[in-house]
């Protein structure tokens, strides 16, 4: 189960925790997990260029292992890269050390302060720890592409419904949310471009992004 708004009142419990870019601008920052993939990154960026916009791509330390000159082809294409730990293990269910070295190992592959925890799961404990060392990113929109009950349309819809000024937006460059990101990517990016957002990167200060201003490509 999860939720596709993230509400104030969770975000409000977890105040350290980027949960969203608190400012006035007409922007979103599109953020990307589980990759990099051969079979889908490429196409992400590819759609990304079309529109000159920018995202942040949370990968795991073992996909960047596996396709180094991709996640290279994501820092020379200017897009963010965050930390989405080594093996994508889920805090609740793994002792501190252990996760704290596999997020250690995360972090020197991406070669990021920003992480952000597989499935948004952390004990106190875990998260006290890794907030002295990683800006700890989790989201204001899920979008949903990734649950094969979803539609493509219905991705788009929680998306458009839902992202705002300031809206830290996961999408999934993974086979397995392909088949509604394909459509979906496109539409959003389309969609937040005719009313004149842009689409930015998350750094590693959270007050500080580097914008780019969608074309109508």
């Known amino acids: 189960m999860y939720l596709v708004k993230t509400p104030k009142l969770i ?8 949960w969203r870019v608190p400012n006035r601008k007409k922007s979103i920052f599109l953020t990307f997990d589980d990759g990099p993939h051969p079979e889908v990154t490429p196409w992400v960026l590819s759609q990304l260029a079309s529109y000159n916009a920018k995202a942040t791509f949370f ?3 073992s996909q960047i292992d596996r396709h180094p000159q991709l996640w290279q082809q994501i820092s020379d294409s200017n897009h963010s890269q965050g930390n989405h730990s080594f093996s994508h293990l889920n805090g ?3 002792d501190n050390i252990p996760y704290f070295h596999d997020v250690r190992m995360g972090a020197n592959r991406s070669r990021s302060v920003l992480f952000r925890p597989p499935y948004g799961r952390l004990k106190v404990k875990q998260a006290q720890f890794l907030l002295r060392h990683y800006q700890i990113v989790m989201w204001d929109v899920m979008s949903g592409d990734f649950d094969e ?8 819809e929680n998306v458009v419904d839902h992202a705002k000024e300031g809206s830290i937006v996961v999408f999934h460059d993974t086979p397995g949310a392909f088949p509604r990101l394909e459509k979906a990517l496109p539409a959003v990016l389309a969609h937040f471009c005719k009313l004149g957002f842009s689409f930015d990167v998350l750094s590693s200060s959270p007050v500080h992004t580097t914008r780019s201003r969608l074309s109508m490509a």
């Open 149 to 156: 009950a979803l539609s493509p349309e219905k991705v788009v």
């Open 11 to 18: 975000q409000g419990l977890f105040p350290n925790y980027l």
């Open 59 to 61: 990968s795991i330390g």
């Open 92 to 94: 609740w269910s793994t």
